[in-house]
Each structure stands twice: as C-alpha cells, then as structure tokens.
T-cell receptor, first 112, second 114 residues
Framework: GENVEQHPSTLSVQEGDSAVIKCTYS??????FPWYKQELGKGPQLIID?????GEKKDQRIAVTLNKTAKHFSLHITETQPEDSAVYFC???????????FGQGTTLQVKP | DTAVSQTPKYLVTQMGNDKSIKCEQN?????MYWYKQDSKKFLKIMFS???????INETVPNRFSPKSPDKAHLNLHINSLELGDSAVYFC?????????????FGPGTRLLVL
C-alpha cells in the first residue's frame, strides 16, 4: 500500500545552522507533496508544498526539493531559529484525491 | 475568526461510553476530513466528506461514524469507546478545485479513555 518514510525522527541543531529532513514515498502516482509544522498542543500547519511538475521550491528560509525518479523529497531550513523547533511532517498524495499519506514526523530542536 | 474549529478540546471518558466531537470550518471549503494522531505522533486519515458525501473511508472500526449535516460541519461519533481510542483527533478542510489540495487543520481534540 501507500507509504511515506521520513528521516530522521529527531534532529537537534544549533541556532543558525541548517536542517534537512528527508522523505521517500512508495506510490509513483503521487504528485502533491506538502510539508506541515506542528507546534506543541496545536494542529499541523502547512509551511510549503510542491507539485510533481516542479523540482524545487523556495520560500524565504524554507526550501523543498523533489526527485520523482528516486521518489524522494526533502525539506531544507536555513538559518534556523529557536521558533523553528516543532514536529515536521512530510506527506504525499495524488492530486485532488484528498488522501494525504503522512511520514512519521521529525522532532526538530533548535538550540539557542 | 478560527478557520477550522473543534469542540471539545479535551475529552476524558470511561471505556464503553459513547462520545461525539464536532468540527466546523468557515473557509467555504467543499471537503472535510478526520485524522487520528496516536501517541507516537503518527497522523492517519480516517474519513473524508465532500459536500456531505463520504468519499474516503479508511479501515476504521464501525464504532466510528462521521456525519456531515452540511458542508461546513463534520462531526465524529464514537460508540463503545475503548482504551485504544485514546488519541488526538484532528479535523481538516480543503477545496476541491485543482491546486486546492492544501488541507487546513483544526486545533485537535485530545481524547483519553480510562
């Protein structure tokens, strides 16, 4: 069945360093890949997404890359700040099915 | 002003009870979802409704019954609660139109079954 693997499960970086989270998906028909940030006690919030016709997308300190051939996509956060500390989820779906398959989550800790 | 709201925020109940969680969205979206987040933070879709019609129904015990009275509301009723139902339940909504896949999540309902 559909599956999304996410690594690492925990990531600790110093403030100002970069953080990279990687995901692999199994369904080759997936064409929509969002990333969500979940702060403690809150619901997941979309931070960036990418569609399969694009290889890379950037929004200020956040960028996402997609390798459709290898079925990999990654989240890159540069110049990390303590407020970036949260759980990050990748997900994959076939566009407009609404069925998001989530990765297991990465707990990011940014140390001041 | 909250885009997707859920009530209650916390729910503590005994095994065997029946309980309901309510969700409302004011974004004008056509599609609403229920997700379950377990103690390991894993998020899994349970149900999805589009304009009051059930379109996704994952392998969920039939003790869970969603109901959508209109496209702005999606409620979740759980019968005969079990210990394993303890989790955080999230409601979400999205638009059907192409490019409208973004799902907006509510704040969650923390269910504890004793």
């Amino acid at each position: 069945g559909e599956n999304v693997e996410q690594h690492p499960s925990t990531l600790s970086v110093q403030e100002g360093d970069s953080a990279v989270i990687k995901c692999t998906y199994s369904d080759s028909a997936s064409n929509y890949f969002p990333w969500y940030k979940q702060e403690l006690g809150k619901g997941p919030q979309l931070i960036i997404d990418i569609r399969s016709n694009v290889g890379e997308k950037k929004d200020q300190r956040i960028a996402v890359t997609l390798n459709k051939t290898a079925k990999h996509f990654s989240l890159h956060i540069t110049e990390t700040q303590p407020e970036d500390s949260a759980v990050y989820f990748c997900a994959a779906s076939r566009s407009n099915t609404g069925k998001l398959i989530f990765g297991q989550g990465t707990t990011l800790q940014v140390k001041p | 002003d909250t885009a997707v709201s859920q009530t209650p925020k916390y729910l503590v109940t005994q095994m065997g009870n029946d309980k309901s969680i309510k969700c409302e969205q004011n974004l004008g979206h056509d599609t609403m979802y229920w997700y379950k987040q377990d103690s390991k933070k894993f998020l899994k879709i349970m149900f999805s409704y589009n304009n009051k019609e059930l379109i996704i129904n994952e392998t969920v015990p039939n003790r869970f019954s969603p109901k959508s009275p209109d496209k702005a509301h999606l409620n979740l009723h759980i019968n005969s609660l079990e210990l394993g139902d303890s989790a955080v339940y999230f409601c979400a909504s999205s638009q059907v139109a192409p490019g409208g896949e973004t799902q907006y999540f509510g704040p969650g309902t923390r269910l504890l079954v004793l």
